[in-house]
């Protein structure tokens, strides 16, 4: 069976700005995806503790109105997703994240914060296998004109992608355009998660 019919989770994160390193998460999600189905696994809306501005509510929907009605204190809500992060990724299932970058910087950034247990220490040190289909398919389809947004990729491959900027729905599409990409080049297909993982290393380093 190949790792594409073996579940996946995608995850998303929307923020308070555009710092992984200083900003804060707002809302998160995670979504399974196997050959048979895809389910959510979770989804939070966290308390910041600190002011959302209006930009980034223009671009997510959440206010903080809502954060402070509605919201996890941040500690709980870490623990939870950095915990089914790990579980799924120790058990060699890939992350799959678009610019996973960002939302894993930020992710260990407020575990830190909070004093949660890093998910890089959880996993003996590398935050591994991570699947992202931005650095594949700037690989794959390098001289395609325009920009690689999550809602201009998903279009490309025929992926689904309604309300964007809400965590759940780009991680669901995220985790789709994986196997969406890997069908038009089995070149990536034939690579094993752990191999991917380390081409995508060196793929995004060429990139940047």
Do not use: C
């Given at each position: 069976?190949?790792?594409?019919?073996?579940?996946?989770?995608?995850?998303?994160t929307?923020?308070?700005?555009?710092n992984?390193?200083t900003?804060r998460?707002?809302?998160?999600s995670?979504?399974w995806?196997?050959a048979?189905?895809?389910?959510?696994?979770?989804?939070?809306?966290i308390?910041?503790?600190?002011?959302?501005?209006?930009?980034?509510?223009?671009?997510?929907?959440?206010?903080?109105?809502?954060?402070q009605?509605?919201?996890?204190a941040?500690?709980?809500?870490?623990?939870?997703?950095?915990?089914?992060?790990a579980?799924?990724m120790?058990?060699?299932?890939p992350a799959?994240?678009?610019?996973?970058?960002?939302?894993?910087t930020?992710?260990?950034?407020?575990?830190?914060?909070?004093?949660?247990?890093?998910?890089a220490?959880?996993?003996?040190?590398e935050?591994?296998?991570?699947v992202?289909?931005?650095?594949?398919?700037?690989?794959?389809?390098?001289?395609?004109?325009?920009?690689?947004?999550?809602?201009?990729?998903?279009?490309h491959?025929?992926?689904?992608l309604?309300?964007a900027?809400?965590?759940?729905?780009?991680?669901?599409?995220?985790?789709?355009?994986?196997?969406?990409?890997?069908?038009?080049?089995p070149?990536?297909?034939?690579?094993s998660?752990?191999?991917?993982?380390?081409?995508?290393?060196?793929?995004?380093?060429?990139q940047?």
């Open positions: 069976m190949s790792w594409l019919e073996a579940p996946m989770v995608g995850f998303d929307e923020t308070t700005g555009v992984p390193q900003d998460i707002v809302t998160a995670l979504e995806i196997n048979d189905a895809t389910r959510v696994s979770g989804q939070w809306i308390n910041p503790g600190v002011e959302i501005p209006t930009s980034a509510t223009a671009v997510h929907g959440i206010t903080n109105d809502r954060v009605a509605e919201g996890a941040p500690a709980v809500a870490l623990e939870e997703i950095t915990a089914a992060l579980e799924a120790r058990a060699g299932f799959v994240a678009f610019n996973a970058s960002d939302d894993f930020i992710l260990e950034a407020e575990n830190a914060r909070h004093g949660v247990p890093t998910l220490s959880r996993l003996g040190g935050v591994a296998p991570v992202d289909p931005l650095v594949l398919d700037k690989q794959v389809d390098r001289y395609r004109r325009g920009k690689r947004l999550l809602t201009i990729v998903a279009e491959y025929g992926v689904s309604v309300e900027h809400d965590a759940q729905a780009d991680a669901r599409a995220a985790v789709q355009l994986v196997p969406a990409i890997a069908l038009a080049h070149e990536l297909a034939a690579m998660p752990a191999e991917l993982h380390q081409a995508q290393v060196r793929w995004r380093a060429e940047q």
